[in-house]
């Protein structure tokens, strides 16, 4: 059986590769390509870049491939500990994945309006599918603020996890608990815009699950 530090750096590894593949599609490439509140500009910029967005939908899925692999490395580190939390925190990674993989239909369907097929254009007008393929650009931002629900709740039974562990800094399962804060007042925020004053709030305390990645990729864990 491999060491515990073994199993926490292999967690540790993942999580790393986990974030830097979704980066691509969650963040850089949207904010290269999607214009807000310009249909127009974003179409255009779709079809020019159309490879790229492609590259996008794809960091995205492979992401949440990946995802899976580190609820399982977590759940395997973990379970000795509780394994009932340690079962909540991996059903909830379980339960967003697909929800994702159902999102990033809507951004394949704004590729289909920007590259309209004659039937599309026998009813609609350039400047409407330019706009819908906007709208469909904005549904998938939607679909990902009611992903976050699951992101903020799984950090709740994995900081709780870590808390108690004894073979990991207590203050890295506080952390977690504070960035479950931040993610989950990110879809607050979304459902609700008055409370959109609170979005950078969100953002600082969600940095608090970085540490653990950190931690596990470079020292692991105690035997």
Do not use: C
């Not at 926490?8 to 974030?19: D, E, N, P, Q, T």
């Amino acid at each position: 059986m491999a060491s515990r530090r073994r199993q926490a750096r292999l967690a540790g590894f993942l999580y790393v590769f986990m974030i830097v593949t979704g980066l691509p599609g969650l963040i850089l490439i949207p904010a290269r390509l999607i214009v807000h509140g310009d249909a127009a500009a974003t179409a255009d910029h779709l079809r020019a870049s159309e490879t790229l967005f492609r590259v996008g939908i794809a960091s995205e899925l492979f992401h949440q491939v990946v995802f899976l692999y580190v609820a399982l490395a977590l759940y395997r580190l973990l379970a000795p500990v509780s394994k009932s939390l340690a079962t909540q925190m991996a059903a909830l990674v379980f339960v967003s994945v697909p929800i994702m993989f159902i999102n990033a239909v809507t951004e394949l369907a704004a590729l289909v309006l920007v590259r309209a097929p004659s039937y599309l254009r026998a009813a609609f007008t350039q400047a409407q599918l330019d706009a819908l393929a906007l709208f469909f650009v904005r549904l998938h931002g939607e679909g990902i603020g009611v992903v976050e629900v699951f992101w903020g709740l799984w950090l709740i039974p994995f900081g709780v996890l870590v808390y108690r562990s004894g073979f990991l800094p207590k203050a890295l399962g506080v952390l977690l608990l504070v960035a479950a804060v931040g993610e989950l007042l990110r879809p607050i925020t979304s459902l609700f815009p008055a409370l959109s004053f609170l979005d950078p709030v969100a953002s600082v305390l969600a940095l608090g699950e970085l540490p653990i990645v950190l931690w596990l990729a470079i020292f692991g864990a105690k035997e």
